[in-house]
C-alpha cells in the first residue's frame, strides 16, 4: 500500500521536560516506529567500571530562564 501524507503543522508552544536516550520526540507523522534497544560490550570488558565522581557543576552550561509568575485560580 502506497500513502501519501501531506502535513502543514504549527507549533505555538512546545515544553519538553525531559528527553533520555530512549526517548522520541515526534512531530508529524511516521509510518511505524519499533522500539529496540541493544547493549553490547565493545570493549570487551571483564569487570564493572569504577563509580562516577559526583562533578562540582555540569558539564553544559543550562541557562536560567525567566519563569513567569504562576496566576493562582480563585
Not at 502543514?8 to 521536560?17: A, E, G, P, S, Y
Not at 565493545?42 to 569504577?50: C, I, N, R, S
Not at 562533578?55 to 493562582?72: A, G, M
Request: charged share 20%.
Amino acid at each position: 500500500m502506497k500513502l501519501t501524507v501531506h502535513q502543514q503543522i504549527h507549533i505555538n508552544f512546545l515544553k519538553v521536560d525531559a528527553i533520555t536516550n530512549s526517548s522520541i520526540l515526534q512531530v508529524g507523522s511516521s509510518g511505524s516506529i519499533q522500539a529496540v534497544s541493544n547493549a553490547y560490550n565493545t570493549g570487551e570488558y571483564d569487570e564493572p567500571a569504577q563509580p562516577a565522581e559526583p562533578l562540582d557543576q555540569p558539564l553544559v552550561r543550562i541557562p536560567k530562564l525567566p519563569i513567569p509568575e504562576q496566576i493562582e485560580k480563585e
